[in-house]
């Protein structure tokens, strides 16, 4: 079955890099995310990585994966106050008819402290 | 195009009681996904529309949650006899059925308070 996990809390100089690692165990997993949860909002889509990609930069977002070891980074460079959220990695597979479930981890904590 | 609508977006109900949420998915989105997520955790799969198919449930999807998306438009998740551990954010998405169609855009979920 799928499992996504991830640390619990990250707590980054604002300027710094921030780095959040996840794990997850479905092989065949076609996509992996990374979204981001702000207080009393919903989920927004930071960026995505297909499996057949070993990095993927978008701004100030580099995503890694690590398709051996089933490991997926995410970095986002120069951090800010307003990046301070909780940030999910999830990854994709198929369901009956094509449609798709995200199986999410339980978030990591960014914390962007002045 | 406004995106995925949820309502009520709070909703407090006594232990025992019915509730029901509402989800409106983007317009030409032909599939429709709930999640649940609880505090401190991750949203977790319960069920998947297309059109007004309900092709898939989670083991989660116990016998007091029914779904439903009668025309294929909006969808109602329907909680019977609600108990504590029924608290959480339900979340709604919707995603195109397009082949290589990669996002699920979620609304912003409706906090459902047990007590």
């Known amino acids: 079955g799928e499992d996504v996990e991830q640390s619990l809390f990250l707590s980054v100089r604002e300027g710094d890099s921030s780095v959040i690692n996840c794990t997850y165990t479905?092989?065949?997993?076609?996509?992996l995310y990374w979204y981001k949860q702000e207080p009393g909002a919903g989920l927004q889509l930071l960026t995505y990585?297909?499996?057949?990609?070993d990095m993927k930069q978008d701004q100030r977002l580099t995503v890694l994966l690590n398709k051996k070891d089933k490991h997926l980074s995410l970095r986002i460079a120069d951090t800010q106050t307003g990046d301070s959220a909780i940030y999910f990695c999830?990854?994709?597979?198929?369901?009956?008819?094509?449609?798709?479930?995200?199986?999410f981890g339980t978030g990591t904590q960014l914390k962007v402290e002045l | 195009d406004t995106g995925v609508s949820q309502d009520p977006r709070h909703k407090i109900t006594k232990r025992g009681q019915n509730v029901t949420f509402r989800c409106d998915p983007i317009?030409?989105?032909?599939?429709l996904y709930w999640y649940r997520q609880t505090l401190g955790q991750g949203p977790e799969f319960l069920t998947y529309f297309q059109n007004e198919a309900q092709l898939e449930k989670s083991r989660l999807l116990s016998d007091r949650f029914s779904a439903e998306r009668p025309k294929g438009s909006f969808s109602t998740l329907e909680i019977q006899r609600t108990e504590q551990g029924d608290s959480a954010m339900y979340l709604c998405a919707s995603s195109s059925g397009l082949l290589f169609s990669y996002e699920q855009y979620f609304g912003p979920g409706t906090r459902l308070t047990v007590t």
């Open positions: 999830a990854e994709r597979t198929t369901l009956t008819g094509g449609g798709n479930k995200l199986t």
């Open positions: 317009s030409e989105h032909n599939r």
């Open positions: 479905d092989s065949s997993s076609t996509y």
């Open positions: 990585i297909f499996s057949n990609m």
